[in-house]
């Protein structure tokens, strides 16, 4: 159990499919319980493997009023509502900024817990989210690519100023 360091956008692993995860077994249950302490040190709401430059498909989600975290092996989304919201994201790996993106209001998510068992679960307003922005994230999807080219570039730079300013 330990905090593990997060890679920095631009890391191309970031941009990089995760692969699904076969076994759950000690391994994967120990890479659960630090990504969930390097989570709640970054700190963020959400983690994947990908973040700490492992390429498998495993996230953990928790919001304030979860009493403990999600844990998602190789989620995938199987229904999303034609409504859609806007909200503010971020990344662990992209410290310091943020932007509004427009995503499903509601999701069904599809994966295995820790135990092995698969589940289905409805999600809404921010949980519904987190899924969407990790399962991206698990794709090489990085948030900042639901933004436009304008955004995107403005977004890029402050956050490059920001590493300087670092520095």
């Known amino acids: 159990m330990a905090i593990r360091p ?3 956008f631009p890391d191309p692993r970031l941009r990089q499919r995760a692969e699904p995860i076969v076994q759950i077994d000690e391994e994967v249950r120990a890479l659960a319980t630090d990504l ?4 709640h040190a970054a700190p963020g709401i ?3 493997a990908p973040h700490v ?7 953990v989600i ?3 009023s979860d009493a403990r975290p ?3 092996i190789n989620p995938e989304i199987v229904w999303s509502s034609p409504e859609m919201i806007r909200h503010m994201e ?3 790996s992209m410290p310091g900024v943020n932007d509004e993106v427009e995503r499903h209001a509601r999701v069904r998510v599809r994966y295995r ?3 092995n068992m698969e589940r289905e679960e409805e999600a809404e307003g921010l949980m519904a989210v987190c899924f969407q922005h990790e399962i991206d994230q698990l794709d090489g999807i990085f948030w900042i690519d639901r933004l436009s080219k304008l955004k995107r570039d403005r977004l890029i730079k402050r956050f490059e100023k920001l590493q300087r300013l670092k520095a």
């Open 36 to 39: 969930t302490e390097t989570m």
């Open 6 to 8: 997060i890679i920095r």
């Open 90 to 92: 971020g990344s662990v």
């Open 46 to 48: 959400g983690i994947t």
């Open 70 to 72: 999600h844990i998602s």
């Open 113 to 115: 817990g820790l135990d």
């Open 62 to 64: 928790q919001l304030e």
């Open 53 to 59: 430059g492992i390429l498998r498909r495993l996230v």
